[in-house]
């Protein structure tokens, strides 16, 4: 179940870094990840974008590791800081290409990046297994 952020958003103050998003689909496509924040200006939609490529097999799913720094204000060039709550994450087809698709979503997350940019897992964990490349657009 997914949790309810309530009025103020989920407050991630300068916790985490990035979100994980574990995906898959049936065709390549472009989505836009849509982040939606506290803020000021209630119109703020701070935007990032991935590429999907399709799934091999049924339980194939990419995972992309979009940083905050990389989205973008809709309405502007302002970058998100890490110093954020989080009122809605969407995701929303953007190539302009007509037809049937699939989009099954796996998770997503808030995580933190070790410096060669790969997840942090916390300090009881073990150095996770090679993961399919997945491309960014």
Same mark, same amino acid.
């Given at each position: 179940r997914s949790p309810e952020f309530g009025w103020d958003g989920a407050n991630l103050e300068t916790m985490y870094q990035a979100l994980e998003i574990s995906c898959k689909s049936n065709t390549k496509r472009v989505f836009t990840v849509n982040l939606k924040?506290?803020?000021? &200006?209630? *119109?703020d939609l701070y935007q990032a974008q991935i590429l999907l490529e399709p799934s091999l097999s049924w339980d194939e799913f990419a995972t992309f590791v979009v940083p905050f720094s990389e989205f973008e204000l809709v309405n502007g060039r302002r970058n998100l800081d890490d110093n954020i709550r989080i009122e809605s994450? %969407?995701? !929303? &087809?953007?190539?302009?290409?007509n037809g049937p698709f699939e989009l099954d979503l796996a998770r997503i997350r808030a995580v @933190? &990046? &070790?410096? @060669? @940019? =790969? !997840?942090? +897992? %916390?300090?009881? =964990? !073990? $150095?996770?297994? $090679? *993961?399919? +490349?997945?491309?960014?657009?």
């Open positions: 924040v506290h803020s000021t &200006l209630p *119109q994450i %969407g995701l !929303v &087809l953007k190539d302009d290409t @933190n &990046l &070790l410096d @060669n @940019n =790969k !997840v942090y +897992e %916390g300090p009881d =964990k !073990v $150095e996770p297994k $090679e *993961q399919k +490349e997945s491309k960014r657009k």
